[in-house]
């Protein structure tokens, strides 16, 4: 039986820029099948989730603009849990949403926050880690995060220090947050080895996580407060509206998990990567001998080497003699970068933005 007090909530109100072209703020990655598994990354999310959470508490929070892709891409989730938020307003008013409409839906709440586009395999590993998270959350006063073991220094995650001597059956006292360092630093972080990549999914009571806004973040606590009544009424969208006219642009992380005094961790050593960006994408990808990853069958690469192709048309595509490019290819536009330039990427579609308008966006 599957414990009627566990949720998830499924964060997909991302536009995922630095995927573009494919990725378009009409369409993000998240509604796409990037790594042509067949399932959408926000289906795999649901699918890895549905093992385990009952179906009928799975939320999916994003973007009203995103609700009928919701809908399409997952018919079997029920229309009451796509959270619509009118505007984005960063992670901490999407945290605040759910959790006090799930405190008043259920004051035993005990939830799952997680991104809608990480890339997650050993399942099984996975699912006894969640679980193990949510009965450690159900039994303390405790926000609990999954903490990836780093391979190698990447500048592109956040970084979770922990104390290795405190640990309760595995989980461990979380002393501080670090947002992406520089190459150095991440080394530095590595060869401590304290030190463990944020995944971004985060355990907790409802109640807690509403209470820790009250103590950390009150103006966010007192927006929402104010509104309590109108959620799970028909009355929920008016009053979220004028919420986040008002509500600050902030992270979660910011808000409460670099303040509070009960953070915990737990390493995790299932297969984990947050899919941000093409080199991530390129990582996941098989490669032949020259290390070139391609999804195409329409692509011939001579004399290349350790480039990424991506194109979804028939249009034959001959690459020769490049090496570390990434290469996307689609009806509207077409992406050629070092692999090494690939943080430019926003650089590039703000420039888009100015030349083209949103047409190309």
Same mark, same amino acid.
Request: overall charge negative; glycine content about 4%; hydrophobic content about 40%.
């Given at each position: ?34 790594? #042509? =598994? @067949?399932?959408?990354? &926000? %289906? ?12 009928? /508490?799975? !939320? ?93 220094? #990447? =500048? @592109?995650?956040?970084? &979770? %220090? ?12 979380? /002393?501080? !947050? ?184």
């Amino acid at each position: 039986m599957k414990n009627q007090n566990n949720y998830v909530a499924i964060m997909a109100g991302g536009v995922g820029s630095r995927f573009w072209p494919m990725s378009k703020t009409s369409y993000p990655k998240q509604f796409l099948d990037i790594l #042509n =598994t @067949g399932r959408t990354l &926000i %289906q795999s999310t649901y699918d890895r989730f549905s093992t385990f959470i009952p179906e009928e /508490n799975i !939320f999916v929070v994003t973007s009203s603009e995103y609700v009928e892709i919701v809908k399409a891409q997952l018919p079997q989730l029920p229309e009451a849990n796509i959270v619509a938020e009118p505007e984005r307003k960063n992670t901490a008013a999407c945290v605040a949403y759910i959790s006090f409409k799930l405190k008043k839906m259920n004051p035993n709440a005990n939830m799952i926050v997680a991104p809608s586009d990480h890339l997650i395999g050993d399942l099984e590993l996975f699912t006894d880690t969640c679980k193990k998270a949510l009965e450690y959350t159900a039994n303390h006063y405790a926000f609990v995060t999954l903490g990836i073991k780093p391979n190698h220094p #990447n =500048t @592109g995650y956040g970084y &979770i %220090q922990y104390d290795q001597e405190k640990s309760n059956s595995g989980v461990f006292k979380v /002393n501080r !947050f670090t947002e992406k360092p520089d190459l150095a630093t991440a080394k530095e972080f590595l060869s401590e080895g304290n030190y463990l990549w944020n995944s971004g999914i985060f355990i907790w009571k409802a109640e807690d996580i509403v209470g820790a806004f009250w103590e950390h973040f009150k103006f966010m606590y007192d927006l929402f407060q104010e509104k309590n009544a109108e959620l799970n009424t028909s009355d929920e969208s008016e009053a979220i509206l004028e919420i986040y006219e008002k509500c600050p642009s902030t992270s979660i992380d910011y808000a409460i998990m670099e303040k509070a005094n009960n953070v915990f961790l737990i390493p995790s050593d299932f297969t984990w990567n947050d899919l941000g960006t093409w080199n991530s994408a390129y990582d996941n990808f098989q490669k032949d001998e020259e290390m070139n990853a391609s999804n195409s069958k329409s692509a011939i690469l001579v004399d290349s080497k350790g480039c990424l192709v991506h194109s979804n048309e028939q249009k034959l595509m001959v690459i020769g003699g490049l090496e570390d490019l990434i290469i996307v290819n689609t009806p509207e536009a077409l992406l050629i970068c070092k692999k090494e330039n690939e943080q430019q990427i926003k650089e590039y579609v703000a420039k888009v933005k100015e030349v083209k308008g949103v047409l190309y966006i």
